[in-house]
């Protein structure tokens, strides 16, 4: 939804045009407090970051309430664990970030989270080990924890939270107004592509060069098919059946 913005000005233009300048207060007002930030996925992830990196566990679980709200609810039931993985690959996140900040594992943030998620977390196996956390030395050194603090997780779980948004808000319907340019788009007609063997040749040799380098980090939620995500757009379904196949955890 990289258009939005480009909604947004025309809409603050259009109230500039019939002289509504109050109401182009509050919308600026409206816009500087947007939590969904214009529906750009970089932006929201950036704001998550934030909250991890300086140890805002109540921003943290408040923003991914209001996303939560706004998208995650809405997904079909069988994708619902997989944003629940997610949402905990955030919280190890978390503890991992305060236990690297000094003071280490024995910092009152890593306590402060322990305690106040002891109710929502004591209840999963999962979570078990990490109750012992503050009482590891080394716990990028332990076989509990290794894995957690290697940057190669810690991307992947951004990666996911990436890939997840970016899928959800494509396959989110649009109001009129912020449509009708992709709509005016489909009905054109389309110029046939002319392919010549010699051109199918070349993309494949791309596409081996590409396998044939290092992979880059994926996860569960860039397995959606193109196609299927291209039409589920067009029939402005929402998100109803163009998640399916989104399964597993990051």
Known sequence: MAHIQFVDELVREYLMYRGFTSTVKAFDNDLKADKDKG????????????????????????????????????????????????????????????????????????????????????????????????????????????????????????????????????????????SYESEAVLTQPQPVEKTSPIGHQSRLSQYSERLSGPLPLVDDFCAVPAEQLDNGVREAKGLRGLLRQMGGSP
Not at 69 to 95: I, N, T, W
Not at 118 to 136: A, C, I, K, S, T
């Open 39 to 178: 529906f750009r996925v970089d932006k929201i992830v950036e704001q998550i970051v934030h909250y991890i990196n300086v140890s805002d566990l109540n921003g943290l679980k408040e923003y991914w309430t209001h996303l939560d709200c706004l998208v995650f609810s809405k997904l079909e039931a069988h994708v619902q664990p997989a944003v629940r993985k997610l949402e905990y690959s955030l919280y190890k996140l978390y503890l991992v970030t305060a236990a690297q900040s000094t003071g280490g594992v024995r910092n009152d943030k890593v306590a402060d989270f322990l305690s106040k998620m002891l109710p929502e977390l004591q209840g999963h196996n999962e979570w078990r080990d990490w109750f012992m956390l503050p009482y590891v030395q080394k716990p990028e050194e332990s076989a509990s924890f290794s894995l957690y603090f290697t940057r190669g997780w810690q991307d992947s779980v951004l990666v996911s939270l990436h890939n997840l948004l970016a899928t959800v808000f494509q396959c989110m319907p649009q109001p009129t107004l912020a």
